[in-house]
């Protein structure tokens, strides 16, 4: 049986690769190109998507002389049908900024930590051999004291063999990613509802819609590819209607018909107002209700995770035991809400919650809601996600066409690595966790790993914050962190950065990959230089459920090596003399595409990543895998639903959104989950089953057992974590611009993006400018319990908050607002509340 695993992986694994050596793999695309003709001078054209957003555009990298000279939109990704935003046109400038890092450089003195200067340049062999000897060490004398941060930017197989190195070859769950601060309360909040971690729908909702309704997304400046979708869709049919629920004026509410302004945090009691009006008033979908939903209620007063102590629990438990009741329980929980009483506690006018309310009992009109991090980041996130499927699914308005609930995803592969592949703490691949035996023999089955061997990594390791909260009180020995810049995104950096006490970070030996300097790598005691985007190939899984390559297109300058070959020399170091089921552990994990003795991958970075992908695949394919006999049902159910195709196939056909099934030998890709109607029409399969090969959209099954429905849960309002008063008498919201990514690492080193939106300013409103005698320019000191940043003041930016609250992006180092913000967080996704920190304003003299 162990021989029938082994060969099997690797026999389709060694098919693939030479498959891609034939050519057949290139072949199947009419642009696919190879970096070595791009290197020599040719002139070629690859296949890519975007590496930004999580809107995941499909783009067409033009290659010359080594060098990328041209991205434009593809026409042929289904995502995005040629569009691309200003951050997408400027992608090649990313990648040419002066200082790129072409060199490992090392700290030998520790004293010079958080400054420019004191990293040295090395040899590959000298820094791969310090940071593996420093995890080794770590990892012999005490597992909990190591960590991994990862990242919804790591490519999928790079973050696949991380997770196995971690999981498998460490036996560690100290793995987190950045997602983390991002997608953890929509996850929790599908597992909760759907018992499985996917979104229904897809972006031809955006064009099917009748009614947009924004609940605390920033789509202009966030999500600009779908954005132009919507007004597009807006100004083909006049009767089209956009509700923008947000807690400040931005550029997504010039398109809306009506802008819904709410006090921070109170979300929830507009939600449980409209779920409460459709009840009292018989607007709800009676026969929707009854096929498809049973309902529950959950543990109240869960307090806020703003210290330590607190999040002892494990992922979601012990903190929230939810219970079922009865529907006519739920309405009584609900009764509360009352559109006055959602009014008092929100500011929105009453009749304004109603005509909302409204829009979801008309259901001669399709509505569609989209929310990103107004609701995720949040101290009550997890339970803002479930708020909105009640009411999607009170009105039967789920997974159909234009009729849905979308949670928006941020990073370009958050969907497709951190969740798909499960770089989380609590998680194994394709929807697994690592606390489920049943979970655990089956990653063992795929990974061939002796019976049993995964229960050393039964409990979740460290989420992000407990991660960092960890590293300030020293308690961190070996952090390596990639495609992520930790000391400017995340919260409350003051806790171990800004004290002028660096104990923590002195104490660790802190190893960080990337492609600039960055604030991170002047933390760093060695920082290792990475290819970047198509200087090796990757790929992505977008918010649709959409899986694309972006081909490799140039080389990486320098010295500069994929993150995954730096993964491999790192593993087969640590790993060096450790066995697994009596062979060498390295080659056991990663032998089949990587050669330890000549340090090199066995093949093209193509055939490579094919290669890994069809190992990976095999998680969610039950059918190719020998032992899928060992998983139960429940789980084996799970998988089909996540099924992928051979990894041409998306080469091929510029992506494919998940599940992609084979239907007399084509692989068909599902745009809609759990929706009937006919699989060749992207419609779910199930459908078929319930309603025949004839069946078209029209009902939604959601799973095929009877008693699995999903989950209507009556979650209470409860407040902020804090809230304005005379000390900090401001809320403090932190988000995004349209010019910038993120911390800003890449996207200002675009001189054109630079110059658009050169400095982080704080929105503020008027009133409360006049009121503290500050005008647009004068400089301010922002100070809220956890730390202080100074800023430029302005009263023209992109955000127009109402009085008592201002408004900061967090790309500028030089302005670090998260010196300021919170790491109070959801107790039951972990993910912090970058939105409602208060604060204090007062004038820089001088
Ligand atoms: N240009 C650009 N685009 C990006 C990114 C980038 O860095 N730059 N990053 C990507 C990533 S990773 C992400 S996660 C997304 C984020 O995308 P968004 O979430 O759309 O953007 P943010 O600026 O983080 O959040 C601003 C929104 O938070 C809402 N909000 C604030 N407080 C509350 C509240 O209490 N409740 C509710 N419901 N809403 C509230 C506001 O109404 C506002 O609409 O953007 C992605 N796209
Ligand atoms: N105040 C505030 N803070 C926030 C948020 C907020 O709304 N407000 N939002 C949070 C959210 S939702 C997110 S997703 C996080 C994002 O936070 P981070 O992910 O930490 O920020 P990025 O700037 O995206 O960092 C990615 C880094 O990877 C590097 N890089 C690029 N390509 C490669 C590569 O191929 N290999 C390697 N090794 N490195 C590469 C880039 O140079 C960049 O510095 O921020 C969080 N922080
Ligand atoms: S940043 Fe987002 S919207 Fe802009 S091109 Fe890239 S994927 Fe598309
Ligand atoms: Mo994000």
Redesign the pocket.
């Known amino acids: 049986m162990e021989l029938t695993r082994r060969s099997f992986v690797k026999s389709t694994a060694v098919a693939l690769a030479s498959a891609a050596a034939a050519g057949t793999l290139a072949g199947c695309s009419s642009l696919a190109g190879t970096g070595s003709a791009a290197a020599s001078g040719e002139g070629v054209k690859t296949v890519g998507v975007c590496r930004?957003?999580?809107?995941g555009c499909g783009v067409i990298v033009e290659a010359k002389d080594g060098k990328v000279v041209s991205v434009t939109g593809d026409p042929e990704n289904g995502s995005s049908r040629g569009l691309n935003?200003v951050?997408g046109y400027y992608l090649a400038r990313a990648l040419y900024g002066e200082d790129r890092l072409t060199v490992p450089l090392i700290r030998d003195d520790k004293a010079t930590k958080g400054t420019a200067s004191g990293l040295r340049e090395a040899t590959w062999d000298e820094a791969l051999d310090l940071v593996a000897t420093k995890l080794r060490d770590t990892w012999k004398a005490d597992k909990s004291r190591l960590a991994f941060w990862g990242s919804?930017q790591q490519p999928i197989v790079e973050g696949y063999c991380t997770a196995k190195f971690w999981k498998a070859g460490l036996l560690s769950n100290n793995i987190d990613p950045?997602a983390r601060?991002?997608?953890a309360s929509a996850v929790v909040g599908f597992m909760n509802v759907f018992q499985t971690d996917e979104p229904a729908g897809c972006y031809a909702d955006i064009d099917e819609t009748d009614v947009f309704v924004?609940?605390?997304?920033?789509?202009a400046?966030?999500?600009?590819m779908l954005y132009s979708r919507l007004t597009a869709r807006k100004l083909a049919d006049s009767a089209v209607r956009h509700y923008?629920?947000?807690?400040?004026t931005?550029r997504?509410s010039a398109s809306a018909d009506k802008v819904l302004t709410?006090r921070?945090?109170?979300?929830i009691a507009i939600a449980n107002a409209i779920a409460n009006y459709l009840i009292v008033n018989d607007k709800y979908d009676h026969a929707f209700v009854a096929d498809h939903v049973q309902f529950k209620q959950g543990t109240e007063n869960i307090g806020n995770a703003t210290d330590d102590g607190y999040d002892k629990s494990e992922i979601g438990q012990a903190v929230d035991n939810v219970e079922p009741i009865t529907f006519e329980a739920f309405a009584a929980r609900l009764a509360p809400y009352t559109l006055e009483y959602a009014s008092e506690l929100s500011g929105v006018p009453a009749e304004d919650i109603q005509e909302l309310a409204e829009v979801f009992a008309d259901k001669s009109r399709r509505v569609l809601s989209l929310?990103?991090?107004?609701?995720?980041?949040?101290n009550r996130g997890t339970w803002?996600n479930h708020c909105i499927y009640n009411i999607h699914l009170l009105t039967g308005r789920y997974a159909l066409p234009g009729d849905g609930a979308f949670s928006?995803?941020?990073?370009p592969t958050?969907c497709g690595t951190a969740r798909e592949v499960g770089t989380f703490s609590h998680r194994l691949p394709a929807d697994l966790v690592v606390k489920n035996p049943d979970h655990r023999r089956y990653t063992e089955a795929v990974w061939d790993l002796p019976n049993g061997y995964l229960d050393a990594i039964e409990k979740p390791g460290y989420h992000t914050v407990k991660m960092f909260r960890e590293l300030s009180k020293g308690n961190i020995d070996f952090l390596w962190s990639a495609h992520n810049n930790w000391a400017v995104s995340m919260p409350n950096l003051t806790r171990f950065l800004g004290k002028g006490d660096l104990t923590g970070v002195n104490d660790a030996f802190i190893c960080v990959a990337e492609v600039y300097p960055t604030l991170s790598t002047q933390y760093a005691d060695v920082v290792l230089p990475a290819a970047m985007w198509v200087e090796r190939e990757g790929a992505f899984g977008n918010g649709e459920r959409r899986t694309a390559v972006f081909e490799k297109a140039v080389d990486a300058p320098g010295e500069a090596k994929w993150d995954l070959w730096m993964l491999m020399e790192i593993a087969k170091r640590v790993l060096d003399g450790e066995q697994i089921g009596g062979e060498d552990a390295f080659d056991h994990l990663f032998g089949a595409w990587y050669d330890a003795e000549t340090a090199a991958f066995k093949g093209t970075d193509r055939e490579v990543c094919a290669s890994i992908w069809e190992e990976y695949r095999t998680f969610s394919n039950p059918d190719l895998n020998p032992d899928a006999a060992a998983i139960n049902a429940e789980a084996k159910l799970k998988m089909e639903a996540k099924q992928l195709a051979p990894y041409e196939e998306y080469i091929h056909n510029h992506g494919l959104t998940w599940p992609v099934r084979e239907v007399d030998g084509q692989w068909l890709p599902t745009l809609w989950r759990f929706c009937d109607g006919k699989q060749e029409d992207g419609f779910d399969q199930y459908g078929i089953e319930a309603y025949g090969e004839s069946g078209l959209a029209g009902g939604v099954s959601f799973y095929k057992s009877a008693d699995k429905r999903p989950s209507v849960v009556f979650r209470p309002w409860e407040p902020?974590a804090e809230e304005p008063s005379e000390e900090y008498p401001f809320?403090f919201?932190?988000?995004?611009?349209?010019?910038?990514?993120?911390t800003g690492s890449m996207?200002r080193r675009v001189p054109e993006l630079d110059r658009a939106l050169p400095e982080a300013l704080l929105d503020m409103n008027p009133a409360d400018c006049e009121r503290l005698g500050v005008t647009d320019g004068d400089r301010v000191r922002v100070t809220s319990r956890f730390g202080t940043c100074d800023i430029t003041v302005s009263t023209a930016g992109r955000?127009r908050p109402p009085a008592g609250m201002v408004?900061a992006?967090f790309?500028a180092e030089e302005t670090l607002v998260n010196l300021v913000v919170q790491d109070t967080y959801c107790p039951l996704s972990k993910e912090p509340d970058?939105?409602?920190t208060c604060v204090s304003i007062e004038k820089i003299e001088g």
């Open positions: 930004f957003c999580g809107c935003c951050k919804g950045n601060l991002c997608m924004t609940w605390g997304a920033n789509m400046e966030a999500h600009p923008d629920v947000t807690t400040m931005t997504t709410f921070p945090g109170s979300d929310w990103t991090m107004g609701v995720n980041q949040h803002m928006l995803t941020g990073q958050a902020p809320w919201c932190t988000g995004r611009l349209l010019e910038h990514w993120h996207t955000t408004f992006p790309f970058f939105k409602k």
